[in-house]
């Protein structure tokens, strides 16, 4: 894995809100941080991609995955914890299926990546929400094509997958 702070294009913002990230935030598969680059040169001038976070310790992973199934469980008392948890596995990848087969999510082989857009003073475009507020914004706002979004921040959003497809990368719509 590649340390994308390192590329001459793509910006690094801090470390995601879970302090125990900061070692490996910025770590990609090398193909991966190339896409990134190919994608940023489709942007228009003065703007930038910044990873948020890539590389995430199943640690971590486990972490995210059972605070999300907790707030599924929480807001959703009358549904089943299968119904919970494809919900929760919806914005974080579990480490097990519902059956308890392994899994190996995709943040934690470095080949996934969450990113934005910042302007020339690495001020984030609006999307909508921070990329940080994902765990305390209603679900459903995470997703791409969220019919509640401002015409800017759907815009921006649309950008976004705009530029990561051209460079080969595949948008996850929720």
Not at 33 to 48: C, D, S, W
Not at 64 to 90: G, K, T, V
Not at 118 to 129: H, N, S, W
């Amino acid at each position: 894995m590649l340390d994308a702070s390192r590329s001459s294009l793509i910006r690094c913002g801090p470390p995601p809100e879970c302090p125990e990230t900061a070692p490996f935030y910025r770590l990609l598969r090398a193909g991966v941080l190339a896409r990134l680059e190919q994608a940023q040169q489709h942007l228009p001038a003065g703007l930038h991609l910044r990873v948020y976070e890539g590389y995430r310790h199943p640690k971590i992973q486990q972490i995210l995955f059972d605070a999300q199934w907790r707030r599924m469980q929480i807001a959703h008392p009358d549904q089943s914890a299968a119904w919970c948890y494809a919900q929760a596995a919806m914005l974080a990848s579990p480490l097990r299926t519902f059956a308890g087969e392994p899994m190996i999510p995709p943040h934690s082989t470095g080949g996934a990546v969450d990113v934005d857009i910042v302007d020339a003073a690495g001020q984030p475009l609006d999307f909508g929400m921070a990329l940080c507020d994902w765990g305390e914004v209603a679900p459903e706002l995470c997703a791409t094509q969220y019919p509640g979004l401002t015409d800017t921040a759907a815009r921006h959003r649309q950008l976004l997958v705009e530029v990561m497809t051209a460079a080969g990368l595949v948008n996850y719509p929720q």
